[in-house]
């Protein structure tokens, strides 16, 4: 700076920032909230919330692993046992899902093919067009003509009427 400066405009800054002076004895209470905040609520749900993320650490639990144990299915369920009838209806709702997922996969793997091989695709996709092609067949044979409301009863019976085609057919085949 020049030496005819005002040094009153440009004053230096002050080494550290002053402490202010407490005129009153009377504690804040912004920091008397905070500390009751923090001890009455925030401590307990915190050692709480610990406690038991330190539980589930111990106990993993995966739920799309979730593994179902079989039931017998609906022809194997004696008369008049509704439990037996609802978890052959629940296991058989599972069985869909779990088939319409394979039916999915299988119909995304032929896709990703199409595009990967692009104008060959009729010869290098083949086999995934089979394989899609047996999946959904199969499917088609299970729950085919059911509609939305297909229930495992409705299942059982067509599945008997297959059964009974297929026997026919047979046995004219023989003759």
Known sequence: ????????????????????????????????????FHYVVDAPVTFVREWIERQQAKNKFYYYHQKFRRVPDLSECLEGDYLCFFEAEAQWRRDRLVDQEIVEIVRERLG????????????????????????????????GDLGAHGNARTCLMKQKQRMMEERKAQANASQ
């Open 1 to 36: 700076m020049s030496k005819d400066s005002d040094w009153e405009a440009y004053k230096v800054p002050p080494t550290r920032t002053p402490v202010s002076e407490r005129t009153t004895t009377v504690p804040n209470p912004v920091t008397f909230f905070q500390t009751v």
């Open 112 to 143: 990703a093919c199409k595009q990967r091989e692009g104008p060959n695709q009729l010869q290098n996709c083949a086999k995934e067009a089979e394989q899609l092609a047996q999946v959904t067949k199969a499917y088609q044979d299970r729950y």
